[in-house]
Each structure stands twice: as structure tokens, then as C-alpha cells.
């Protein structure tokens, strides 16, 4: 007589979209650490699309080494623009402790980034999938032309505006920078820019340039 194998089984739940990448960076765990990414994702109208945070772990081989490929142009404030599914959404509540947000909290919506269908640095196409699982090509083109090819707008300016948007649903960088020193004052280890970097996402390069004033030991 044959034994069945009990399986599990699973409903899958997906989100679809494009978005651009924010603060990537690696967090230690107790089985090892994990790469994670912020995702600001397109909703709502062409004309005046609305930007939805996805606080995501990167899962699978090929996902990290693209995500990690695109790093160094997100500490550069480029504009970092992937077509995306993510899975297993959930919610949770959290509270800043420090920063101009001290003592608000908000929800964040935690996911998986499991599939990258392209990327897009700027208005090149850096990486291109073979078979697309986010969006139709031809919805991306249309998408791409209004996001990446706005003549009425200087690079900068778009940097600028995705910093303005991308601060409505999230923590600035000061506060993310105040909350890390604080956590490493409160453990009793060193408060170092490099340390700080680790711990935000946010390149060594960009807190020395902006943020020096909230480290006593300049």
C-alpha cells in the first residue's frame, strides 16, 4: 500500500505594478541577514498617479542580484524605476520614537518582491525580462512616456518631486538617521556614519553631505 504525501497548499495573493526603488538595504535576522527595499508603486491616474509604499524582502536568487545591481543608483538619488509583482501582503502599525514624526504612527504594508520584469535607471532600460508577469508591454510603454520623458521637467526636479512624494508615506531620512543613532546610544555601541548607513540604507556619501550636524563627533 503507497503513502500519499501530505502537501501544503497555498493561496497565492499578487500585486502587480511598477514603482521606483528607495532605500535598499541589508538587515540582520536571527537565521542571517536579508536584503529589503522600499518600493514607492504607481496608482490611480496616468495624469496624477498616486504613490502606494511597499516595505518589501527581496526573495530569490535572481531578484537580489538585481536589486543589489541597482543600489549604487539609488544612494545616488537616481530614479530607479522597476516593473514588479509582490507577494504576501500584510499590514502592521508602526510608531516613531524620534524625528519630526516622534510619536506618530503609521501602517506599513509589508510584502515579498519575488519578480522583476525591468528596470529602468533614468530613461535607459537597463534590464529587460523575456517575458513580462507585472504589466502589458504596451501599458508600460504608456506609463514609461508620462513618468520618464516629462520635457516640462529637469531631471532634478523629478528627483525632487519623488523625495516631496515619497516623504508623505514614509519617515525622512533625518528621522530614519536620528532613530539609528539612537538605537546605537541605547545599545551602547558606537555611533558611526558607516554603522548608521548599514542600519538606513542611506549612502555614507549622502549623510556626510546632508546630515553631519546630527553626529556629535563631526
Not at 504576501?88 to 524625528?99: A, K, L, R
Not at 504594508?109 to 522583476?116: H, K, S, V
Not at 514614509?170 to 539609528?180: L, P, W
Not at 555611533?191 to 540604507?201: F, L, P, Q
Amino acid at each position: 500500500m503507497m503513502n500519499r504525501r501530505n502537501e501544503n497548499k497555498y493561496f497565492n495573493l499578487h500585486i502587480n505594478g511598477l514603482g521606483y526603488l528607495n532605500n535598499i538595504r541589508y538587515i540582520d535576522g536571527p537565521n542571517g541577514s536579508f536584503l529589503t527595499v522600499v518600493i514607492d508603486a504607481l496608482s490611480g491616474s496616468i495624469d496624477s498617479p498616486v504613490y502606494v509604499r511597499f516595505d518589501s524582502i527581496v526573495v530569490g536568487d535572481s531578484t537580489i542580484k538585481l536589486i543589489n545591481r541597482c543600489r549604487k543608483a539609488v544612494d545616488e538619488d537616481r530614479k530607479v524605476l522597476i516593473g514588479f509583482v509582490l507577494s504576501n501582503p500584510s499590514t502592521d502599525i508602526v510608531t516613531f520614537n524620534s524625528g519630526k514624526s516622534a510619536g506618530e504612527s503609521r501602517v506599513r504594508i509589508r510584502t515579498r518582491l519575488i519578480n522583476i520584469d525591468w528596470i529602468k535607471v533614468g530613461k535607459e532600460t537597463v534590464y529587460k525580462a523575456k517575458k513580462f508577469q507585472s504589466i502589458p508591454s504596451s501599458e508600460e510603454k504608456t506609463l514609461e512616456e508620462k513618468t520618464l520623458q516629462d520635457e516640462g521637467k529637469s531631471q532634478e526636479q523629478h528627483i525632487a518631486d519623488n523625495i516631496r512624494l515619497s516623504s508623505s508615506a514614509s519617515a525622512s531620512s533625518e528621522d530614519k538617521i536620528r532613530e539609528a543613532i539612537e538605537n546605537l546610544k541605547r545599545t551602547g555601541k558606537k555611533v558611526s556614519k558607516s554603522e548608521v548607513s548599514r542600519m538606513t540604507g542611506i549612502s555614507r556619501s549622502q549623510i556626510s553631505r546632508r546630515y553631519s550636524d546630527l553626529f556629535e563627533d563631526k
